[in-house]
């Protein structure tokens, strides 16, 4: 099997899975504890937030652990709403192409009576600034954005709405979900004022993830207790931090040589594919992207179909649109694209990891290719019946 779908998570790798041992074996003991072992989990707990820290360019303080992404969206946005309760400044601003939590979350807070504005993306998968300059203003409570798009890897201009959010007085908050691991991301030089991430995007265990609260800001929490600093409450899942440090670690060793190795990887994949099947599209191809995420569209193929016919060829992918017992839903960002709904029910994610070999690209290449022309053709086919 050809793994190309590391957007949606990754393998732990050998150090991760060590350093989690240790933990569950050596640091069970609940860091708050004041008795030896409870110091013990304590220092461990330490450490690793020193190396998380180090890595995200954030100070320890900054650093608030979580189940994940998905709860860190949450405490951000709900912990923004919060700090602004009483002022003005009610209104949030979100991308259209943010992740579907982060978007449910929103109609979930709008059907409670809160303002929320979304701001469009072109036909590239980029973010109008222009409305973006429009929506940002005095009445504003968090523009929330992702830092790229996990569909299809276009990133968004964060340091234009750093400016923006900064000129409105209002903060930030930015989902790096799949920027850590895939660019070189420093929180301390980034104008953001809060960012999720998520361990298992960069070779770490699953149900661990951190909001980055930039010092000064006194969000509030989502889970009531006295751990992390009173910002988010219950006992550390102290494997899980472990493992997440030891992620970031191996990460940074090698980062600028895998970003360069995927990127020329998935050129070849992407212009593999555009080559050998005319029907291809490229989604965002003028874009800036992620340098391991290409997403395609087959003709209108629909993405469901094709990557059944990958999968059974040896090659794991994915797609936006999500399945459900009603067939293949179109995904919403390629709606938000300006792509009609059965175009946004073809687009078809490879994600490429830092262990992807270049003759397992080659050799994904070959079976897509033999994979997806037939069903092209016989697309063709069928269209050529119904004109008849
Ligand atoms: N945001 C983005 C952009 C993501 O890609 C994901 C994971 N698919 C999440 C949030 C959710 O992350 P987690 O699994 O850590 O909750």
């Known amino acids: 099997m050809i793994y190309l779908d590391h957007n949606a998570t990754t393998a732990p790798s050998p150090e991760v899975v060590t350093e989690m041992l240790d933990a569950l074996q050596g640091a069970w003991a609940n860091p708050s504890s004041t008795h030896a072992p409870g110091q013990r989990a304590r220092r461990l707990l330490v450490d690793a937030r020193t190396r ?118 209002c903060p930030l908050h930015v989902d790096a979900t799949q920027l850590v691991g895939k660019s070189h991301f420093d929180f301390a030089g980034s104008g953001i004022a809060l960012a999720s991430v998520s361990a298992h995007k960069l070779h770490g265990p699953k149900g661990i993830g951190a909001l980055l609260v930039r010092k000064g800001l006194a969000l509030q929490p989502l889970l009531e207790g006295r751990q992390e600093r009173h910002r988010r409450g219950g006992t550390e899942n102290l494997p899980g931090i472990a493992g997440f440090a030891a992620a970031c670690e191996r990460t940074a060793h090698t980062l600028s040589a895998d970003l360069a190795r995927m990127a020329q990887l998935r050129q070849r994949l992407e212009s593999g594919l555009l080559q050998a099947l005319p029907e291809a599209r490229l989604l965002g191809d003028a874009a800036e992207r992620l340098p391991n995420t290409c997403c395609l569209r087959f003709g209108t193929l629909d993405s469901e179909r094709v990557l059944d016919r990958l999968e059974r060829a040896g090659v794991v992918a994915s797609s936006g649109a999500a399945c459900s017992a009603g067939g293949t839903q179109p995904s919403h960002v390629l709606l938000a694209m300006g792509l009609s709904a059965a175009q946004a029910k073809a687009g078809v994610r490879f994600s490429l990891g830092r262990d992807t070999r270049a003759d397992e690209i080659e050799r994904a290449l070959d079976a897509a290719v033999r994979a997806i022309a037939p069903l092209l053709a016989r697309e063709a086919a069928d269209t050529c019946a119904a004109l008849d």
Request: aromatic share 2%; charged share 15%.
């Open 52 to 169: 998380v820290a180090s890595f995200l360019g954030c100070q320890g303080a900054e650093l608030v652990f979580t189940s994940g992404a998905t709860e860190a969206n949450h405490m951000a946005v709900r912990g923004a709403l919060a700090l602004a309760r009483g002022t003005e400044r009610r209104r949030l601003v979100l991308s259209a192409v943010e992740h579907p939590g982060l978007l449910a979350l929103a109609r979930r807070l709008q059907a409670e009576g809160v303002p929320v504005d979304l701001i469009p993306v072109d036909a590239q998968g980029r973010l109008d600034l222009a409305a973006a300059r429009a929506l940002i203003g005095p009445d504003v409570a968090l523009v929330s954005v992702m830092g790229a798009n996990n569909e299809t890897g276009v990133h968004l201009p964060i340091a234009a709405l750093a400016a923006l959010a900064h000129e409105a007085g």
